[in-house]
């Protein structure tokens, strides 16, 4: 059966944990959307490997890693990926598959994101700056240029031109000659030609033959291009509609879908936050939880766990279960709260609201619960956690109106505790 694997939240919820962990039950894993401001940070065995294009499936060997249509990818970021992990001693380069229709992340893209970012101001969204959101501008304006067009020297001079006199002209006193970008681009596709594929038809054949695919989402639901907190988002679907679109499959494909979500909430950026926790117990959450960027080292902005912003994605998403992250960051905390509603004024909001203005107003409704004193770090067995770190979960999955499938309890491959088998024959 295929699963998708996605973040219930802001993104950084230990997707790459996840995926990296339930890969051995798949023979492909393939994701769908982002770029390499996705940053999934996997330990094995004390050994730190931080993914930002490749999947996070790239740790176990033998496992195809398909990169989709939906994909911007930024050619220097991917060889720069590759070189590093095969520097670790991770085999690479017959297991990487590109899908001839995604975009590509020119250096001028880099700049106009930066550009972009400057020009907003005190209304800055807040990106990476490395460019994906230009990419993708580029891509749906129509004059973007994918990997396909890398095979086809004359057109890709053409538009590598276009592109480069139309962003001179945005950008005050720019004289970027287009000449360098594209022979730049030229010896790129040297590099790139062995991996392009035809994703479809290559997932397809795959479950023809009774293979199954493990889709890999990056960022979070509550930063989709459509259903995110607009304009705080990021410039794709990372909920579960971007599997179709991002690699060419139907939605039949999807046979189970798992919703990453810690146990607390975070984000980075800019944006509205209800469950934010500015004080020290923000700062305490930050600490233990290490929560700065992986690809940035920006720090996460943190707060409790939010069930309004996780129902909305367990209903766009259709979560089949949660994976629940980073139970062992709150260990040691006397009282835990969580947030079951939301209220404006005198009135009750029961849905996760469009306006970003109208979600800034919003006030958490809390419940406490009790905390727990014996440590949950690097558990493996649901009968070791302490009884109130059973009850919160407990409480999280029907607060969520979701099982949890997984619980996960440091950042080691195998700390963790499988709840459900989740129709994958896990075994404990
Ligand atoms: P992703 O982009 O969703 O994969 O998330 P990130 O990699 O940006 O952030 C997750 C971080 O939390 C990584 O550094 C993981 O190693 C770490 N992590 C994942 N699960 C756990 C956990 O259960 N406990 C702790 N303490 N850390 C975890």
């Not at 339930?22 to 393939?30: I, K």
């Not at 990453?260 to 950026?269: D, I, L, S």
């Not at 117990?281 to 409790?304: H, I, N, Q």
Request: proline residues 5%.
């Amino acid at each position: 059966m295929n699963v998708a694997i996605l973040g219930a939240q802001w993104g950084d919820e230990g997707k790459g944990k996840i995926v990296d962990l339930l890969t051995p039950h798949f023979s492909l894993v393939a994701r769908y959307q982002g770029g390499h401001n996705a940053g999934h940070t996997v330990y094995v065995h004390r050994a730190k490997f931080i993914l930002r294009l490749i999947p996070a499936g790239i740790l176990h060997p033998g496992i195809t890693c398909v990169i989709g249509n939906g994909v911007v990818i930024d050619p220097q970021a991917l060889f720069a990926e590759v070189d590093e992990l095969a520097r670790n001693g991770v085999d690479i380069d017959d297991r990487i598959v590109i899908s001839d229709k995604a975009h590509l992340i020119l250096p001028y893209h880099r700049d106009l994101d930066l550009l972009s970012e400057a020009r907003r101001g005190e209304r800055k969204i807040g990106t990476t700056s490395r460019g994906i959101g230009p990419a993708y501008e580029d891509k749906i304006a129509r004059r973007g240029i994918r990997v396909c067009d890398l095979a086809d020297p004359a057109g890709l001079e053409q538009n590598v031109r276009d592109n480069v006199t139309a962003r001179n002209r945005l950008v005050q006193d720019s004289t970027m000659d287009w000449k360098p970008v594209l022979d730049q681009m030229l010896k790129h596709a040297e590099r790139m030609k062995p991996w392009i594929r035809d994703v479809s038809v290559l997932l397809t054949d795959a479950m023809r033959d009774g293979k199954s695919i493990l889709f890999e989402g990056a960022q979070g639901t509550l930063l989709d291009i459509d259903h995110g907190t607009y304009p705080y988002v990021t410039s794709s679907n990372a909920s579960i509609g971007g599997v179709c679109t991002g690699l060419g499959v139907p939605p039949k494909a999807i046979g189970r879908v798992l919703g990453v979500v810690k146990a607390y909430t975070t984000r980075v950026g800019e944006g509205p936050f209800p469950t934010e926790l500015s004080g020290a117990m923000g700062a305490r959450l930050r600490e233990s939880g290490s929560e700065y960027g992986a690809v940035t080292g920006r720090p996460r902005r943190c707060g409790w766990y939010d069930a309004v912003a996780v129902r909305y994605a367990a209903r766009l998403n259709g979560l089949d279960g949660l994976a629940l992250t980073k139970l062992d960051v709150l260990d040691g905390l006397e009282t835990i709260r969580i947030c079951t509603g939301y209220r404006a004024g005198s009135r009750t909001i029961a849905n996760f609201p469009a306006d970003t203005g109208q979600l800034a107003q919003c006030e958490p409704i809390y419940e406490s619960i009790s905390g727990w004193d014996a440590p949950t770090k690097g558990l493996r067995r649901f009968d070791q956690l302490p009884a109130a770190a059973r009850k919160y979960i407990a409480r999280l999955e029907e607060v969520s109106g979701v099982p949890a499938a997984i619980v996960s309890t440091g950042s080691e491959r195998d700390d963790v505790l499988r709840i459900a088998d989740f129709g994958l024959r896990i075994a404990d």
